[in-house]
């Protein structure tokens, strides 16, 4: 069974305090990994797409990485504007784009 | 930028009363999802359509029915809303490998 494991579930950070948030996942052959960030009462905002071990995503202080079994968002010298839940999601190969497995996500809060 | 709407972002609804969520996407994409989420549980598919008045069951169908009469509008229909459809709805669109997301429609259900 597609299964995807995000952790931790709740991260809380000083400003500028840089750590990583993980996304394991088990999926019979991967299409691409999505991570979102969702914003409390709102829905999910796109990120990145990875497609393969390896590859590399980055977008203001934020960076992901993806292997062969997990994903990372490095969050580096994080602001109190980057609190949010971030959401890693899969796309099996047999399954494609349309029934993407999504894990429950990493509440993350960043302190002034 | 991509644009999917929610028409209504909070509803309250009574036990046995027929529900209609809309969504309208303005990219003409092909795909169009509804999602509800759950704490603890995450986002779990209902439906999706990969064209007009084409539909594809997901993974929690049951208790929901889906039109897509036209390629930018979706609707989710609960034919007799119970309290467990409590939650957040998400629509949703890609046209590739993309898929982008409205900004939700809390319905609670008494």
């Known amino acids: 069974e597609d299964q995807v494991t995000q952790s931790p579930e709740a991260l809380r950070l000083q400003e500028g305090e840089s750590s990583s948030l993980n996304c394991s996942y088990t999926?019979?052959?991967?299409?691409?990994l999505f991570w979102y960030r969702q914003d409390p009462g709102k829905g999910p905002e796109f990120l990145f797409t990875?497609?393969?071990a390896g590859e590399e995503k980055e977008k203001e202080r934020l960076k992901a990485t993806l292997t062969k079994k997990e994903s990372f968002l490095h969050i580096t010298a994080p602001k109190p504007e980057d609190s949010a839940t971030y959401l890693c999601a899969v796309g099996p190969m047999n399954t494609g784009f349309q029934k993407l497995v999504f894990g429950t996500g990493t509440r993350l809060l960043v302190s002034p | 930028d991509v644009k999917v709407t929610q028409s209504s972002r909070y509803l309250v609804k009574r036990t046995g009363e027929k529900v209609f969520l809309e969504c309208v996407q303005d990219m003409d994409h092909e795909n169009m999802f509804w999602y509800r989420q759950d704490p603890g549980l995450g986002l779990r598919l209902i439906y999706f359509s990969y064209d007009v008045k084409m539909k594809e069951k997901g993974d929690i169908p049951e208790g929901y029915s889906v039109s897509r009469e036209k390629k930018e509008r979706f609707s989710l229909i609960l034919e007799s809303a119970s309290t467990n459809q409590t939650s957040m709805y998400l629509c949703?669109?890609?046209?590739?490998?993309?898929?982008?997301f409205g900004e939700g429609s809390w319905l609670t259900v008494v």
């Open positions: 999926v019979s052959g991967l299409r691409g």
């Open positions: 990875l497609y393969s």
């Open positions: 949703a669109s890609s046209s590739s490998n993309t898929i982008y």
